[in-house]
């Protein structure tokens, strides 16, 4: 027997080559089986603890889920407390303004009053001071006409004329 190209001296020399060449593929086989059985060993380990990751991100995703969800909703109260004080703030400025245009309109009508009223006591003053000097120049007159009535009685007292 002979192999291609190959040509051996005797049946035993060819018989030892083909029981070497089946010993290392025979080698080479349980090589590989034994690096599958390590790939599939590793593999499967592997495997497991993606699962086990693949688990703890899809606890760790619903878990985030459900604290979005929780922000949503205290957001949503948050606005609407929001909403509502700014309404009652701008309620509440909105009457303080009134209150303000209606302060302002008294102030306005108090100090027209106040204006009225010093116009009037200064018109009074100049009244009295009038008065005043009108009794001042009456007073002297009424001397002079008690002295001329009462001095006309007596001999060579000159008569004062009224207004003099």
Known sequence: MEDSGKTFSS?????????????????RAENTQEELREFQEGSREYEAELET??????TRNRDLLSE????????????EKFETQHSEGYRQISALEDDLAQTKAIKDQLQKYIREL?????????AKRYVGKDREVREPLSLDTRHHVEGGAQLGAKPVPYGS
């Not at 049946?11 to 080698?27: F, G, I, S, V």
């Not at 010093?118 to 100049?126: G, V």
């Open 68 to 79: 979005n969800n929780r922000l949503r909703m205290e957001l949503e109260t948050i606005k």
């Open 118 to 126: 010093e116009q009037a006591n200064d018109d009074l003053e100049r």
């Open 53 to 58: 990751q693949l688990q703890q991100i899809e």
């Open 11 to 27: 049946e035993e020399e060819e018989a030892n080559y083909w029981k070497d060449l089946a010993m290392t593929y025979k080698q």
